[in-house]
């Protein structure tokens, strides 16, 4: 079966430093992708970040990084120089195209709380 | 305007009402799909949709029903509420794509059952 998971489910750290979030993924699929979402307190659903099983180099946005270790199956995010607003549930997320059914499978997510 | 916008974006309703959550989407996107998030388990999907005549189950599709009125619209109901279907419901839309294609959320609906 598919599966996410997300062993952290509540992380802090100090503003201005950097902060992993971990994910592990289970598939027996060769194609995939993998997603991060930031849910901040008001609840909208915002992307962050994607990688695909195929490419060989970590996928960076800015601040956010992905550490990809494909034959661990994990895909944990990296949040360099954190800040007050990055305090949010972070979630990690994985897509498989399988069968024409591109559905999006969730982790139980990581509440991020940064201190000043 | 949002590209996914759910209405109502709250609502409390009684035991055994019938409730129905609307989804619409100005993407132009095939895709569309519910899904409910409880706490400690994240989101996990209720149903799916990839054209007006293709409607599919999720992993937690008991005591949910569908409707795809038209590619931009998909309404969630619930025939009977109860109370252990409180929680936040999102709808999503993506385009017919491969394992990069990114979802697209609208704001929530978050629904009381009293």
């Known amino acids: 079966a598919q599966k996410i998971t997300q062993t952290q489910p509540g992380m802090f750290v100090q503003e201005k430093e950097a902060v992993t979030l971990d994910c592990t993924y289970d598939?027996?699929?060769?194609?995939?992708?993998l997603f991060w979402y930031k849910q901040p307190s008001s609840g909208e659903m915002i992307f962050l970040i994607y990688?695909?099983?195929?490419?060989?180099q970590n996928a960076t946005e800015g601040r956010y990084s992905l550490n990809f270790q494909k034959a661990r199956k994990s895909a944990n995010l990296v949040i360099s120089a954190s800040q007050l607003g990055d305090s949010a549930m972070y979630f990690c997320?994985?897509?498989?195209?399988?069968?024409?059914?591109?559905?999006?499978?969730f982790g139980a997510g990581t509440r991020l709380a940064v201190h000043p | 305007d949002a590209d996914v916008t759910q209405t109502p974006r709250n609502r409390i309703t009684k035991t055994g009402k019938r409730i129905m959550l609307e989804c619409s989407q100005t993407?132009?996107?095939?895709?569309m799909y519910w899904y409910r998030q409880d706490p400690g388990l994240g989101l996990r999907l209720i149903y799916y949709?990839?054209?007006?005549?293709?409607?599919n189950k999720g992993e937690i599709s008991d005591g949910y029903s569908v409707s795809r009125q038209a590619q931009a619209k998909f309404s969630l109901s619930l025939e009977s509420a109860i109370p252990n279907q409180t929680a936040l419901y999102f709808c999503?839309?993506?385009?017919?794509?491969?394992?990069?294609?990114?979802?697209?959320f609208g704001q929530g609906t978050r629904l009381t059952v009293v």
């Open positions: 949709s990839f054209d007006v005549k293709d409607i």
């Open positions: 999503a839309t993506s385009a017919a794509g491969t394992e990069s294609t990114e979802a697209f």
């Open positions: 598939t027996s699929d060769q194609s995939y992708g």
């Open positions: 993407k132009g996107h095939d895709r």
């Open positions: 990688q695909g099983s195929y490419d060989e």
């Open positions: 997320a994985m897509r498989r195209p399988r069968g024409g059914y591109n559905k999006l499978i």
